[in-house]
Every structure is written in structure tokens, then in C-alpha cells.
């Protein structure tokens, strides 16, 4: 008996559907299988995310532009390079405790704030619940930047997104065994190493770039920094907007003031700091 792709219908003739590439499937999920293929898609060494990576260390400017030429098959999908890695890299941090860390560190710049015990609380939360997409929401950024420092290459703005993801990925999956290194140092040393790490981070980026665009790397490590600047400013400037908004919103909108609490626990923590420097 004939079977059908489950998507599509159309009459299969071998595991995949030539009509829309559905994979033939006639069993249930289960968490061996679902762990099996995250395993196989990472460490398969003819298109996993090992051989990936490896790749574009050895050969980052025969990567890419072959992905962009059309050669796919050797190599995984830029965006789900990027996503697994990031994933990993949000997971070995939360069982660091990096992000507790990071929280804590955020309370201690201004201590007598009581705003800042909240966001020692609620900072960490939200990097483990979104880092791993934060890290795919800046490749856009990234990709701008890439446009208009690479702009005489004339590459689409798709293909740009492309490059930074493996650029990006790579370097997240490169910076992995610094991120292990979290597991033994005393918490005294976490800024020391995220610095290293987002110094590496750099190197590698540039060195994809400098590979792939053939220029000279000091070169492309200056652009990378403007580049990284240009991103910072940008997230800045639409925290700025988005929080005018919102203010705008609950002024003239009736939405909900989320920063009433904080606003009159800063003012209560000022007025008792006034009332004890007069005595």
C-alpha cells in the first residue's frame, strides 16, 4: 500500500516528500528519540554543529560563501547554528549561576536603592527565560552594521544575517569551555572572565569577517567594535523610546504604572538617607 506525505498528501516514493521535503514519520515522539536527534545534529561530523564550527575555524570564508553560492547540505542551518548554541550557552549559565551573579552585581552598584534588590531579583529571571532569543534578536543588529561597513561587496541584507549567524554562533560555541570554567572559579572572577570571554568573542567575529571579506584583521576587529557600539547605542536608544511610550501610555492611555512601587520606595529610601544625615 501506497503511503501519503502527512503534509502535503502527496504519494511518497522514499523516506522524504518531493513535493514540499516532509520527512516520513509513522511513530510517536518520545524524549530518547528527541534526545537523540539534538545529540546526532550536534556532534554528526559530515553536517552537525561540531563540523560547523569547526569549519568555519579552518575555513570560515569557504564556508560561507559556499552556503551562499547554494552549497547548504555540508554544513547546519545558520539560524538553528546560532539557536542551539545560544541555547546551550544559556543553559550552562544558569547552572553556573552567572546570571544570579550578574543580579547581584547589579544591586551592589547602587545598594541603598531598593529598586536595585528588585532587579537583583528579576534581571536574572528574565536573562534565563530570553537569552537565548536575545542572542538571535541581535543578529539583525548585527547585520546592519555588517551592511554598512561590507557595503561595496553588495551582499543582500539576508545573506548579511546569515554570515553574523554563523559568525555569532561560532563564536558562542568557541567561547563554550571558558563558560565551563564558571563551574570552579570563586565568584570574585566572574567580571575578569566575561571580559576574556567577550574579548575572544571579538577576536573570532573578526576573524570570520576579516576571512571572508579578505581584509586585514586589525581591520575588521576595529569595524567588529564599532559595530558592537553602534549595537549598545541602538539598544539604549530603544529602551529610551520604549519606556517614554509606556510612560505616555499610562499618562494619557490609562495603562496599568508599573513603576509607581518603585518610584515611592525610592523616594522613601531618599526622605529616611535625608532624615538620618540631619540628625
Known amino acids: 500500500m501506497e503511503s501519503s506525505c502527512k503534509s502535503c498528501g502527496t504519494v511518497l516514493n522514499g ?43 579552518r575555513q570560515p ?30 543553559i550552562i549559565a544558569v ?11 547589579t544591586a551592589e552598584m547602587n545598594p541603598e536603592n531598593p529598586v536595585s534588590d528588585i532587579m537583583a531579583k528579576e534581571y536574572p529571571k528574565f536573562l534565563k527565560q530570553y537569552m537565548s532569543f536575545m542572542y538571535m534578536a541581535f543578529i539583525p543588529f548585527f547585520a546592519i552594521g555588517t551592511k554598512i561597513f561590507y ?21 558562542i560555541a568557541i567561547g563554550l569551555p571558558l563558560m565551563m570554567c564558571y563551574f570552579v572559579i570563586p565568584h570574585e572572577s566572574y567580571t575578569i572572565l566575561g571580559t576574556v ?19 586585514n584583521i586589525f581591520l575588521s576587529i576595529l569595524k567588529y567594535i564599532l559595530n558592537y557600539a553602534i549595537l549598545l ?17 499610562i499618562k494619557y492611555a490609562g495603562f496599568e504604572n508599573v513603576y509607581e512601587s518603585f518610584i515611592e520606595a525610592t523616594k522613601a529610601a531618599n526622605a529616611a538617607k535625608a532624615a538620618e544625615i540631619a540628625q
Open 151 to 171: 557595503r561595496k561587496h553588495k551582499l543582500y541584507f539576508a545573506e548579511h544575517l546569515i554570515l553574523n549567524s554563523f559568525s555569532q554562533g561560532a563564536a
Open 95 to 105: 547552572y553556573t549561576g552567572v546570571y544570579d551573579e550578574i543580579g547581584k552585581m
Open 197 to 215: 570571554t567577550l574579548v575572544v568573542s571579538i577576536l573570532i567575529v573578526s576573524y570570520i569577517n576579516s576571512r571572508f571579506f579578505k581584509e
Open 15 to 57: 523516506t522524504y516528500c518531493s513535493n514540499c521535503g516532509q520527512r516520513s514519520i509513522n511513530k510517536r515522539f518520545t524524549v530518547k528519540e528527541s534526545v537523540g536527534w539534538l545529540l546526532t545534529n550536534i556532534f554528526n561530523l559530515e553536517k552537525g554543529f561540531l563540523h560547523t564550527t569547526w569549519a568555519l575555524i
Open 61 to 90: 570564508g569557504k564556508v560561507i560563501s559556499e552556503y551562499l553560492s547554494g552549497i547548504t547540505i555540508p554544513y547546519a542551518h545558520p539560524f538553528r547554528f546560532i539557536f542551539v548554541w545560544a541555547t546551550v550557552s544559556t
Open 233 to 249: 547605542i541602538i539598544i539604549l536608544a530603544l529602551g529610551f523610546i520604549t519606556v517614554l511610550i509606556h510612560g505616555l501610555l
